[in-house]
C-alpha cells in the first residue's frame, strides 16, 4: 500500500506525518492528533479548534485536488493556523489579514551586507570551503539581489585567505563609520570560518591568529547599540562555523531587540566539502529561486525548507539553529523589485512559468540531480531535428526533442518550461 510523507508546522514545531491516501479528511484527521497532544504544561489544548491548513505558497487547502496538487513537488510542507472565531475576525479574513500580514512585514531592499572569514589558520585545519562559501554568498547578495556587499575575501588575493583579529576588527569599523553615507534599510553579516562557545563570551568567530577570537556579541553590540543607523531596521546574522569539537552546542541568547534574526550552521570538523559547506549551498539555491517567486516566502520559511533539505542529506552533526525575537515576517527582495515588481505583474502566463520551474528545480533537488531548467519563449519552431551535427556541439533545438537529455517539458501558453539532467 502507497503512503505519503509530509511535515506538517504547527505553533512552531515540525511534525511527520504519513498519509494512506491524499484526501483532505484524512490530513485533517492527522492535524487533529498533533492538535490535541499535550502541551509543555501537560495540557490537551481544545479539539475543536477550528483551523486552516495551508501550502507553501501560503493557498489554504480547501479540497482534495489542491492537496494532491502540493503533494506533486517534494518534500511537502504544510502549515497549520488556528482561525479565531470571532466574527469580525471572520469577516476580516482573508482580504483584511493579508493587508495586515504585508504591513508587517518587514521588506529588504538595500542592506549594508559585510560578509567575513578566515580559510587559513596558525595550527588550526585549513578551511578551504571558507572561500568557496564567500564566494557563494557574495554572488547571491551581490548579482542576485542587487545589494551592496564588502567581503573580507578576494579571491584574486590569495593573502586574504588568513583574517587576523586586527583585520577583522578594522573592516568593522570601517563600515561602522561609513554607513551613515547609504540610507540602509537593514544589516546582513555573515561569517564563515572556525567557532566555538564559552561560557564566559558566549559564541566566538576564531580568527587566522588562533589564539584570539572575536566575540560574536561585541559584533551585534556594534550594528545594534553602539549605532542608531539600523535602529527600528531588520538585522540578520549568519555564523556558519565549522567546529573542531564534534560536540554541538546551543548558540546564546544576546540582544533581544524585536528586529533581530540569527542563523547559525554548524558543521563538524571531519566533514569537509570542496564546493563549500551544504548549508550555504542551500541557502544560496532556495533563495535564489524564492525571488524568482510571484509571491515571495518569508526568510523563516525558507529556513524551514532548507533545514529540512540538511536532514535529508543526513549529514551527521551538521546542525541549523535559528533565534529570531522579529516581530514581523522578513522578506528579501531585489533592489530593483518595485520597478520589477511592476513588469512582472503585467504577465500572469509568466509568473504561472516561473512558478512552475520553481518546482521542477525542487524535484530535481529531491532526486539528488544535477541539471538545468530552462524557461523560453515561442520554441515551437526551434523543434526541428538536425542529425547531421555532433553531439557535443547539440544545439538547443536538438535537445528539446531528445528523450535523452530532456527529462520533462510543460507547455503555458507561449512559454515553455525544460528539464534537463
Given at each position: ?9 504547527f505553533?512552531?514545531?515540525a ?24 502541551d509543555?504544561?501537560n ?29 506533486e ?17 471572520e ?71 588568513l ?18 553615507e ?18 564566559e ?26 549605532t ?59 533563495m ?25 542529506k ?5 546542525i ?55 524557461v ?9 531535428l538536425?542529425?547531421?551535427l ?32
Amino acid at each position: 500500500m502507497s503512503s505519503y510523507k509530509a511535515f506538517v508546522y504547527f505553533e512552531g514545531k515540525a511534525h511527520e506525518i504519513t498519509l494512506v491516501s491524499i484526501h483532505l479528511t484524512r490530513l485533517k484527521e492527522e492535524v487533529l492528533k498533533i492538535i490535541n497532544t499535550k502541551d509543555n504544561n501537560n495540557k490537551t489544548r481544545n479539539s475543536k479548534s477550528h483551523f486552516k491548513i495551508v501550502d507553501t505558497n501560503d493557498q489554504e487547502l480547501t479540497n482534495d485536488q489542491q492537496l494532491k496538487i502540493s503533494f506533486e513537488t517534494q518534500p511537502v510542507f504544510l502549515f497549520v493556523y488556528f482561525i479565531n472565531n470571532n466574527d469580525n475576525d471572520e469577516k476580516k479574513y482573508p482580504e483584511d489579514k493579508k493587508k495586515k500580514e504585508d504591513n508587517e512585514g518587514y521588506k529588504i531592499m538595500n542592506p549594508l551586507v559585510l560578509l567575513t572569514g578566515a580559510s587559513k589558520y596558525d595550527r588550526l585545519d585549513y578551511l578551504p570551503e571558507v572561500k568557496i562559501d564567500l564566494i557563494m554568498f557574495r554572488n547571491l547578495f551581490e548579482e542576485v539581489y542587487g545589494y551592496e556587499v564588502y567581503s573580507t575575501y578576494d579571491p584574486n588575493k590569495p593573502e586574504t585567505e588568513l583574517l587576523t583579529l586586527h583585520q577583522l576588527n578594522l573592516f568593522l569599523m570601517q563600515h561602522y563609520t561609513n554607513n551613515n553615507e547609504k540610507n540602509y534599510d537593514s544589516f546582513i553579516f555573515v561569517w564563515c570560518g572556525h567557532g566555538n562557545t564559552t561560557s564566559e563570551e558566549g559564541d566566538i568567530l576564531i580568527t587566522s591568529d588562533d589564539n584570539k577570537y572575536k566575540s560574536f556579541k561585541k559584533v551585534q553590540e556594534l550594528f545594534t547599540y553602539d549605532t542608531n543607523r539600523f535602529l527600528n531596521k531588520p538585522k540578520i546574522f549568519i555564523k556558519n562555523i565549522y567546529r573542531e569539537n564534534e560536540q554541538s552546542q546551543e548558540q546564546q541568547w544576546h540582544n533581544n531587540e524585536p528586529d533581530t534574526f540569527i542563523i547559525l550552521s554548524t558543521t563538524p570538523g571531519k566533514l569537509i566539502f570542496e564546493k563549500g559547506s551544504y548549508f550555504t549551498e542551500c541557502f544560496c539555491n532556495i533563495m535564489s529561486q524564492n525571488i524568482k517567486l510571484p509571491k515571495l516566502k518569508s526568510l523563516d520559511s525558507n529556513i524551514m525548507l532548507i533545514s529540512k533539505l540538511i536532514e535529508q542529506k543526513e549529514l551527521t552533526g551538521q546542525i541549523i539553529q535559528v533565534i529570531t525575537v522579529c516581530d514581523q515576517h522578513v522578506f528579501l527582495y531585489n533592489k530593483d523589485y518595485s520597478n520589477i515588481n511592476i513588469e512582472i505583474d503585467q504577465d500572469f502566463l509568466w509568473n504561472e512559468t516561473n512558478k512552475k520551474a520553481h518546482e521542477m528545480v525542487n524535484e530535481m533537488i529531491n532526486k539528488r540531480k544535477q541539471g538545468i531548467i530552462v524557461v523560453a519563449k515561442n520554441n515551437d519552431q526551434l523543434e526541428t531535428l538536425n542529425e547531421q551535427l555532433p553531439s557535443r556541439n547539440m544545439p538547443f533545438s536538438m535537445m528539446i526533442t531528445s528523450i535523452e537529455h530532456m527529462k520533462k517539458r510543460l507547455t503555458l501558453g507561449q512559454y515553455s518550461i525544460y528539464s534537463f539532467y
